[in-house]
């Protein structure tokens, strides 16, 4: 099946600081990925809608100065938290579907990367 | 807006046995998709089994399978001859046609199987 790597798959910074965390579809290209947030022993949360060439579209709640998104390419999009803080210590996942082709299949289908544990400290 | 809920927050079941996951679903739409997707210990991500709300026959996978009764907005996931690999969360999802692949997950149940 199709990959969607992470990277880092940890990282532990300062109160302060931004950390970026990458999500790339290694085999396929994407041009929407999906971003989500999990607290331990919870459902996933979704934060965002990341569009290749356009701006993400944020859910509810979610500050978007906080949590900037780039879809740079069909394969790679970008999640960088800016100051950091305690409060934003989590489990951030992507996910990403594959680019459906017009006459195509109708099911939808997304594949998601590993992770990223983020520890501020 | 659509719903997933998922009642069971832990169940556990004794290896071989079998065991089914209850979701129940609210959408107004006609054409969506239904998954179950997996995430061990890993915290891997995993779809399990998904199903087209316009086929009528539920969708199997190996030891995985699904009752899927649309007018009651019902999805549940039987797992037989348990295995202790078969130990994880496990999320029911709903993604409508209309809203590309955008998911809405339940709250998770979590499976243990015994030896």
């Known amino acids: 099946g199709a990959v969607v790597s992470q990277h880092p798959s940890r990282v532990i910074c300062k109160s302060g600081t931004s950390v970026k965390i990458e999500c790339r579809s290694l085999d396929f290209q994407a041009t929407t990925m999906f971003w989500y947030r999990q607290f331990p022993k919870q459902s996933l949360m979704l934060m965002a809608t990341s569009n290749e060439g356009s701006k993400a579209t944020y859910e509810q709640g979610v500050e978007k100065d906080k949590f900037l998104i780039n879809h740079a390419s069909l394969t790679l999009s970008t999640l960088t938290v800016t100051s950091a803080h305690p409060e934003d210590s989590s489990f951030y996942i992507c996910?990403?579907?594959?680019?459906?082709?017009?006459?195509?299949?109708?099911?939808?289908?997304?594949?998601f990367g590993p992770g990223t544990r983020l520890t501020v400290l | 807006a659509q719903t997933v809920t998922q009642s069971q927050p832990e169940m556990s079941v004794q290896e071989a046995e079998t065991v089914t996951l209850s979701c129940t679903y609210d959408?107004?739409?006609?054409?969506?998709?239904l998954f179950w997707y997996k995430q061990p210990p890993s915290r891997q991500m995993i779809l399990v089994i998904r199903q087209e709300a316009y086929k009528q026959q539920n969708a199997t996978e190996n030891r995985f399978s699904v009752n899927f009764q649309k007018a009651a907005k019902s999805f549940s996931l039987k797992i037989s001859d348990s295995q202790l690999g078969d130990t994880a969360m496990y999320f029911c999802?709903?993604?409508?046609?209309?809203?590309?692949?955008?998911?809405?997950f339940g709250e998770g149940t979590q499976l243990t199987v015994n030896p």
């Open positions: 999802a709903l993604a409508r046609e209309t809203s590309g692949s955008r998911l809405t």
């Open positions: 959408t107004s739409e006609n054409n969506y998709y």
């Open positions: 996910s990403a579907p594959p680019f459906r082709l017009a006459g195509g299949s109708g099911l939808i289908e997304q594949f």
